[in-house]
């Protein structure tokens, strides 16, 4: 999480126009270093948004971006928009997609507990 957060203050700060009206960033990771950020902005997202900067920075670090318009609550989306995560009960695996704005338990010891 330390690398790409660093990673995606780097890409922001180069993106000055990207940060206008950036509200939140939420990352989601797994334990296969799968990565999903989120970004929440105060202005409506359009393709372009898309185009010229969350695919292009999504493939730079490797993970999904998804795009919020909280204003229309559009979701634009770079990559899958989700991660996949395995856990193993009783010698038989699981899988869990974890998306953005869906509550998981993200501590991994306690949720491999809760099932």
């Not at 948004?49 to 490797?62: C, E, T, V």
């Amino acid at each position: 999480i330390n690398e790409l957060l660093e990673a995606l203050r780097e890409a922001l700060a180069e993106e000055r126009a990207k940060c206008q009206h950036l509200e939140s960033c939420q990352i989601l990771t797994g334990s296969d270093g799968q990565a999903l950020v989120t970004l929440w902005y105060r202005r409506e997202l359009d393709g372009s948004w898309q185009r010229n900067f969350a695919d292009p920075l999504a493939a730079q670090l490797g993970c999904s971006i998804v795009g919020y318009d909280k204003r229309h609550y559009k979701r634009r989306c770079s990559g899958d928009g989700r991660i996949l995560q395995w856990f193993e009960v009783n010698g038989r695996q699981f899988p869990q997609f974890r998306r953005d704005g869906v509550f998981c338990q993200s501590n991994l010891g306690i949720c491999h507990q809760m099932m």
